[in-house]
């Protein structure tokens, strides 16, 4: 999706250095935070035990909404040959 939608190939580099450093930091955090957070949950028996579950759904849900937004172009779909025989 970077690759399709940059704004020129000069600042190709510079965009795909930010998602890669965002997403370095995403990879940091994560684990670590949903693992207190299921600890918690099971722990104090929040909705059962089962907190990290209704965490990540609501996590997961406006996504669906976000990936409407993504250009046709992005899609990643490759282009047919237009081959009539």
């Known amino acids: 999706m970077l690759n399709d939608n940059s704004p020129s190939p000069e600042t ?16 940091t ?27 990540l759904v ?3 849900l406006p996504l669906l909404v976000i990936i409407r937004w993504v250009p046709k172009k992005a899609e990643g779909r490759p282009k047919r040959a237009n081959n009539s025989v």
Do not use: D, E, K
């Open 12 to 27: 190709l580099g510079t965009l795909n250095a930010i998602a890669l450093t965002v997403l370095s930091a995403v990879r």
């Open 29 to 55: 955090i994560c684990p670590g935070f949903f693992t207190s957070l299921f600890a918690i949950g099971v722990g104090h028996q929040i909705l059962g035990g089962y907190l990290i579950w209704l965490v």
């Open 58 to 60: 609501l996590l997961a």
